[in-house]
């Protein structure tokens, strides 16, 4: 059993936190919260509203407020967005109150996953590749920071993903080498 009082999963666009999430949390008993849906949710705003409205910035500080609020909580696994972890304040919280996956994927089968998606922002570039580059630099040594675990996606199904990555779990809790 998870000895975090919730799992938190990070990563880049397109490492599959949230279609392996739903997945992993089904299995494992948790109640599933996506962060980028519950905003949209609370706001009654799509993503890209928010980021046209409110500038990255007012979109990084609703998600602070709704992190601080979700690890308050028990028993949830939480698909962070790609971004969260550049706060220090959340990457405080999600290692003091979770249990952290880094789902990793490379550039490669992100630009696979994410050809059809317009609905991001940070991929609102001529060059999608460069950009997926320039935020892996920035971010992948805060995911590594936070992580209590790497999980590398890559070439998975959804299915086989989430499986894996509950097998994983439950062999690294029983050895109780949780943080």
């Known amino acids: 059993m998870n000895p975090a009082p919730n799992l938190v999963l ?8 949230t279609s392996v999430g739903k997945r992993l949390a089904e299995r494992l008993g948790l109640r599933f919260v996506d962060c980028d849906q519950r905003l949209e949710q609370l706001t009654g705003a799509a993503v890209p509203v928010i980021f046209d409205c409110e500038g990255e910035a007012g979109f990084r ?21 790609g971004g969260a972890v550049l ?60 992580a209590d675990l790497v999980f590398a996606s890559d070439g998975l199904a959804v299915a086989a993903a989430a499986d894996r990555l509950a097998t994983l779990l439950a062999r690294h809790w029983q050895r109780g080498e949780a943080a």
């Open 10 to 17: 990070v990563g880049p666009m397109g490492a599959g936190k």
């Open 61 to 81: 500080r609703r998600e602070s407020a709704l992190i601080a609020e979700l690890m308050r909580e028990r028993g949830l696994l939480v698909a962070t967005g």
């Open 87 to 146: 706060a220090a304040e959340n990457r405080a919280l999600l290692s003091a109150r979770g249990f952290v996956v880094h789902l990793a994927t490379g550039v490669d089968q992100q630009l696979e996953r994410l050809a059809r998606d317009r609905q991001r922002p940070l991929l609102n570039a001529p060059d999608r590749r460069a950009r997926l580059q320039a935020l892996a630099a920035q971010r992948d040594p805060l995911y590594a920071e936070v």
